[in-house]
């Protein structure tokens, strides 16, 4: 399901008063034991203690309990995803989260993945998974030809000329990643993913600063189906907080609110 960004208001009061969007048999992903965390674990400690974690799923990061918050990719509804912060490291450390448990939890037959990063070193851990089909810089022209060769797969995939498992195409640092979209070739292609990638098996997770959002470029990102956004105070009226929401014996504070499927869902990064 797209949902604008001007929306987001709108679920937060819904979400408040008990009604969710015509979307509410969704549920997203989360994997229950009986432990409880104190703070807040690494992500190879949250794979190690939780599971067994089901094929083509990911962890974003961990719930106020203390439980891996966690996206399935054979599920399509969740859409696309934005991650929207003015801490850039952050955002990073969300991408890594995604990309990591993502490679540690599937095959490179289920999942495989290319990541676009001006922080190309901070990626180099991903290289020793075979689900790392690609790690690129966006001021190669291989960045932008890599999201054309992405929508190419998944128009084959529509029309059945194609079969394989699922892609991940992230773009860590959207503003760095925008000179590209002077191509229009690419800015239309990169807008097929964001749209429909994720019912063909390709995923588009991209990052993004708040004032960066609303850009020219930026049109785009109103069709994403996932948002996972900052708690910050610099930006009255454009995010919610979920201060209401926190019971008074937190486990875990977070730092960043997800909205998918309608439901606003307070969660914290996971340290890699």
């Known amino acids: 399901m797209a949902t604008s960004l001007l929306n987001i208001s709108q679920f937060w009061k819904s979400n ?6 015509d979307n509410q048999d969704y ?12 703070a807040a674990p690494s992500i190879y400690s949250m794979l190690k203690s939780f599971g067994p974690f089901p094929p083509y799923s990911f962890v974003v990061g961990v719930c106020q309990d203390g439980l891996p918050f966690m996206i399935s990719l054979d599920n399509p ?6 991650v929207v912060g003015e801490n850039s490291d952050e955002n990073t450390q969300i991408l890594k989260a995604m990309s990591l448990s993502a490679s540690m939890l599937n ?15 901070r990626y180099a851990t991903l290289m020793k998974y075979p689900n790392c089909h690609a790690l690129l810089s966006p001021y190669e022209r291989a960045a932008g030809e ?10 084959q995939r529509r029309s059945g000329r194609e079969r394989g498992g699922v892609m991940m195409l992230l773009i860590d640092d ?3 990643f925008a000179p590209l979209l002077s191509d229009y070739s690419v800015y239309l292609n990169l807008k097929t993913l964001v749209t429909k990638g994720p019912n063909s098996g390709i995923w588009p997770i991209i990052s993004i600063k708040p004032e960066d959002v609303h850009s020219t470029k930026g049109q785009l990102l109103q069709s994403f189906g996932t948002y996972i956004f900052e708690k910050v105070d610099n930006h009255p ?9 926190a019971p008074p014996e937190l486990i875990c504070q977070p730092n960043y609110n997800v909205i998918i499927g309608g439901r606003l869902i307070p969660i914290s990064n996971l340290s890699i």
Do not use: H
């Open 16 to 21: 408040q008063e008990g009604t969710l969007t």
């Open 27 to 38: 549920q997203p992903g989360e994997v229950r034991s009986q432990n409880r965390l104190s």
């Open 77 to 82: 509804k969740s859409g696309s995803i934005l």
């Open 107 to 121: 095959s490179p037959e289920q999942v495989r993945l290319c990541v676009i990063t001006n922080k190309v070193d």
């Open 146 to 155: 890599m999201v054309i060769e992405f929508a190419s797969i998944a128009e």
């Open 174 to 176: 959207y503003q760095s």
């Open 237 to 245: 009226g454009l995010f919610p907080t979920a201060e209401s929401m």
